[in-house]
């Protein structure tokens, strides 16, 4: 079975810090992999998702994630945080054993004005 | 366009009642997944249709819970002799994917979810 880990369960950041959300998953075999995030009172949306290809993969808001599989790693990244991406961020996967997304835990993302 | 929609927004049931959760998928989505995200935790999967293909239940945590799809539209899930653990908000979410694939990397598009209390 697979499973993803968000190590960050809260983080505070002040306006243009730069961000980074770890995510680490645990599977053996082909994965897709997904950033979605929830802004306060709104659905969860879709951020970025790497499924082959660059390893690098941008997404929208200015977001950017990057798939290392030797480390089992797709951390998110932005270089500048505004007070807008205050959110709580989850990082999924689905893989050949079935299309169902496993979740991590999430992050909530606090970024002061 | 239309997004997932789901009905109730909140639920407040007594221990032991029954419930039924109800999500409209956006037009032309053959796939419909349930999942469960209880406070403070990340989103648990619970069932998966895909077209006519029989339901993937894996991940439903006792018979007490069950769901229902009519062809590529509305479906239900119920939950009976609800329990103070099941207090959670249910998510339900939709996708294009075609059925057959085995890997899907189409985005999967989420309702706003039920808030489910038992008290």
């Known amino acids: 079975a697979q499973s993803v880990s968000q190590h960050n369960h809260h983080v505070i950041l002040s306006e243009a810090a730069s961000l980074e959300l770890g995510c680490n998953y645990s599977y053996g075999g082909t994965v897709n992999l997904f950033w979605y995030v929830q802004y306060p009172g709104q659905h969860l949306q879709l951020l970025l998702k790497?499924?082959?290809?660059?390893?690098l993969v941008k997404g929208i808001k200015g977001f950017e994630a990057e798939f290392i599989k030797s480390k089992f790693s797709f951390n998110l990244r932005k270089p500048s945080v505004q007070w807008s991406d205050t959110a709580e961020y989850f990082c999924?996967?689905?893989?050949?054993?079935?299309?169902?997304?496993?979740f991590g835990g999430g992050t909530r993302l606090m970024v002061k004005p | 366009g239309a997004g997932v929609s789901q009905s109730p927004s909140n639920k407040v049931t007594e221990k032991g009642k029954d419930v039924e959760l109800r999500c409209d998928p956006i037009s032309g989505h053959t796939a419909l997944y349930w999942y469960r995200q209880r406070l403070g935790q990340g989103l648990e999967f619970l069932i998966y249709f895909q077209g006519n293909s029989a339901p993937d239940k894996s991940g439903l945590p006792s018979d007490r819970f069950s769901a229902e799809r009519t062809g590529e539209s509305v479906s239900t899930l119920t939950i009976q002799r609800t329990q103070q653990e099941d207090s959670a908000v249910y998510l339900c979410?939709?996708?294009?994917?075609?059925?057959?694939?085995?890997?899907?990397?189409?985005?999967?598009?989420f309702g706003p979810g039920t808030r489910l209390t038992v008290l």
């Open positions: 790497y499924f082959s290809g660059d390893p």
């Open positions: 979410a939709s996708s294009p994917q075609p059925s057959g694939a085995t890997l899907s990397t189409d985005t999967q598009y």
């Open positions: 999924a996967v689905n893989s050949d054993a079935g299309n169902m997304l496993t």
